[in-house]
């Protein structure tokens, strides 16, 4: 199978898809989606080296960036936002780059993906030797991304991708190339689909594995949380409770003693 035919192709289940019903309409997305995890697992030997690239750097004071265009710079976005709040974390230690910038988040920034300069320059405006940069893009083939990524090894930081073609130039440039191969899309060349729930696993993986390995978390709770609105301080009230015995009420009191530090309420005698 071609490079392009690898995000572009149509899928022959889905060539009669203006005539199917709702549900079948349904049904065909559902069963497509179903194979994600599989991709997503086949990768595991990459996800487990980049991982462990990332905590390594972040241990030794380097940072976790995403570059993407698109949904895939999106997603980057916003699974580097969710660090600080989950895991108690500077905002600055795990950022997400997109092409187009703070615009291309809510709107399509046409050409953006395309402007090669863009993405050096974004790359050395915001990485930095002994940084892990991981360029993230569906095809493997967006310009952007791709000389974000050699600008970043020029500077000095390690590399990873996420893409779902293995012959991708992406793919090859990467030292870490994570390759999800999801097939074609329902409808062909919307790499939002199926890529998209790809990349979301994937990150998901990435920066959650890597907060675990740096000790971000108390086993299974989020003993590092940022308690920065009601839901927050619920989960936190719920954290101390379940960890020490104390009433709710009482963890509560514990943890506005220790001005929402989750560890300190659990450790306070």
Not at 116 to 138: K, T
């Amino acid at each position: 199978m071609s490079e392009r035919s690898r995000t572009e192709a149509r899928n022959p289940r889905a060539r009669s898809l203006s005539t199917l019903a709702t549900r079948e309409i349904l049904e065909l997305m559902n069963d497509e989606d179903a194979g994600v995890p599989a991709a997503v697992r086949a990768a595991l030997a990459a996800l487990e080296r980049a991982v462990d690239a990332i905590v390594e750097a972040l241990r030794a004071g380097g940072r976790l960036r995403y570059v993407g265009a698109g949904t895939s710079g999106r997603l980057g976005v916003l699974d580097a936002s969710e660090a600080p709040p989950t895991f108690g974390v500077d905002p600055d230690l795990v950022r997400g780059i997109v092409a187009g910038g703070d615009r291309a988040l809510r709107e399509s920034v046409e050409g953006a993906e395309d402007d090669a300069d863009a993405g050096a320059r974004d790359a050395r405006a915001h990485c930095r030797a002994g940084d892990v940069v991981v360029g993230i893009s569906a095809s493997g083939k967006a310009p952007y991304v791709l000389a974000a990524l050699a600008a970043a090894r020029e500077i000095g930081a390690r590399t990873a991708a996420i893409t779902c073609d293995a012959s991708s130039p992406l793919a090859a440039t990467a030292e870490i190339p994570i390759v999800v191969d999801v097939g074609p899309e329902v409808v062909a060349g919307s790499s939002r689909l199926k890529a998209g729930t790809a990349t979301k696993l994937v990150l998901n993986m990435l920066s959650t594995a890597a907060m675990i390995r740096l000790g971000r978390t108390r086993d299974d709770l989020m003993a590092d949380l940022r308690a920065a609105n009601a839901k927050l301080r619920e989960r936190a009230v719920s954290i101390v409770a379940s960890e020490t015995g104390l009433a709710p009420d009482d963890a509560r009191a514990r943890l506005e003693r220790a001005q929402w530090d989750v560890r300190r309420a659990i450790a306070e005698r």
